[in-house]
């Protein structure tokens, strides 16, 4: 298993669009890939759980990631991290 | 006659009758069924074409108001497949064996009460997404579409406010204007209006009835009002508008389309000045081939507080994108204590146009300065930026502003944070600045000459003086060979020069500065086809 955390620099959060860019790239992969912030895990692969984390600006979100992929899986998702959030 | 005013989104005039768009719930019942299994092969097939109509309106959408806004109708596809929202609805049916419907409109509720206990704005608002899908499945089955616009004149569509997959149905054919009670100039309901070029008003006064239906009305997007049941004055006044517009229209649409370039085979970039992301429909409309100076000090005059980094970025964002690759040239703050902003703290002035005003701020405040500038490069990742700086008068300040720039590209760098390359060029409006142009040309990519400024400092007049106006010439020479010299000196060091202030759109003197060498004209939106004409009409070689 891999974990990797990030801490949030967008004004708005994980708001619909990145959270369903999140989504897009999570069912790319096989690996089980969980999103938390501060409490338990959601599956990364549904949009409603993301979105009810109400991650903001200066939270931290860890992620985790376990199967086949998780080494590209860790790597798509960070990238898109970055670029979007 | 009825008067209503509202935030006009985009100019033009719009007259017929009024339809008013209403959402009509559904009311669903509980119902005992024994058949569960059929229930989901129906919940299978309500889905799948849910997510079929979805994708069809998402095609639709990218067409008509650009990917970005597009995307909420992907996002609706992912929520109704989202696991949670299928397993609730598959759930109830089978441990309660009652019917799909109620399953829908109990999950809906859930899933809507969750966003709506949130403490974030934004994400409260995201409880209608979820009644839109659902609303979605339950249309599906009932086999009925929702506020579907059924008309066979076009017509000026009412509303309290409308979400994008309401709009994305409409004929566009049918409409004339939209006209909503809520709604921002920014909503998806003013973009659709500014890329489908109709008259359209957000936030308007009046109270939503179903007596309105079928009224007639005139919708005056350059006032932002609306008349219901117009007076005989009125409604001739406004068709002579309308007459007008659409005479001025025709005679110009030629012009679209057409290379800016004169008969002996100079070519000119022709490009707009715009004041505000609304004058963007204004601009594509009139088919310049850039912006040639965005002003951005709006942001800095509508906000309460400094605008973020991040609402600087998505507003320079949204327009490079909506250019598509087209040159933005974007001004840097130019704001002084004649465009007074309460939270910038500025004192009182003798001499305002002397004083502490934009560079002059920047370098002073750099925070403030950075902010603007990491928005900007952030957002020329999404398009093709330029950068340009205001009353320069030395080396120095252009040199500590190259520097500013390279610190905040580190910053960027080392934050990792996406950020392009953007042209920098400087403002040529006072004197200092052509006299020392042969040396500031070598720091820069491009000039670009305010004469509304260089004009008022070259002549010493105040233009809000009207006494003065006996001893103003706008063609004066001296303000006409400070421009020759501004171009000789940027052509030398091999730079662009270009002019964006009034005196551009001046057609006089399109020859003069065509023979003169001006690489652009930047000139506001409404002035790009006339020029066109005269430059297409004009030969630099002949007397």
Known sequence: ?85 | MQVYHGKSVFGGIAIGKLWVFSKKEHQVVRVKVQDCEKELVRYEQAKEEAIKQLQALYEKACKEVGEANAAIFEIHQMMLEDEDYTDSIKNIVTSQQVNLEYAIGVTADNFSTMFASMEDEYMKARAADVKDISERLLSILKGKSNGELKTDTPVIVLADDLAPSETVQMDKEKILSFVTVHGSVNSHTAILARTMSIPALVGTDLTLSEELNGQEAIVDGFSGTIYIQPDEKIREELERKKEEEEEKKKLLLTLKGKEDVTLDGQHVMLYANIGNTSDLAMVLKNDASGIGLFRSEFIYLESEDFPTENEQFQIYKSVAETMAGKRVIIRTLDIGADKKVDYFGLEPEENPALGYRAIRICLSQPDIFKTQLRAILRASVYGNIAVMYPMITSLEEVRRIKEIVEEVKKELSEQRIAFGEVLQGIMIETPAAVMMSEELAKEVDFFSIGTNDLTQYTLAIDRQNPKLDAFYDAHHPAVLRMIQMTVENAHKAGIWAGICGELGADLSLTKEFLKMGVDELSVSPGRVLPLRKVIRETDVTKA
């Open chain 1, 1 to 85: 298993m891999k974990t990797f955390s990030y801490t949030i620099k967008d004004e708005q959060g994980i708001h619909a669009r990145p959270a369903g860019e999140l989504v897009k790239v999570a069912k790319t992969f096989t690996s089980e890939i969980k999103i938390g912030n501060g409490g338990s895990m959601v599956d990364a692969k549904k949009i409603f759980g993301i979105m009810g984390l109400g991650a903001k600006k200066g939270d931290t979100v860890e992620f985790s990631f376990d199967g086949e992929d998780e080494e590209q899986a860790l790597e798509a998702v960070s990238k898109l991290m970055e670029n979007s959030l």
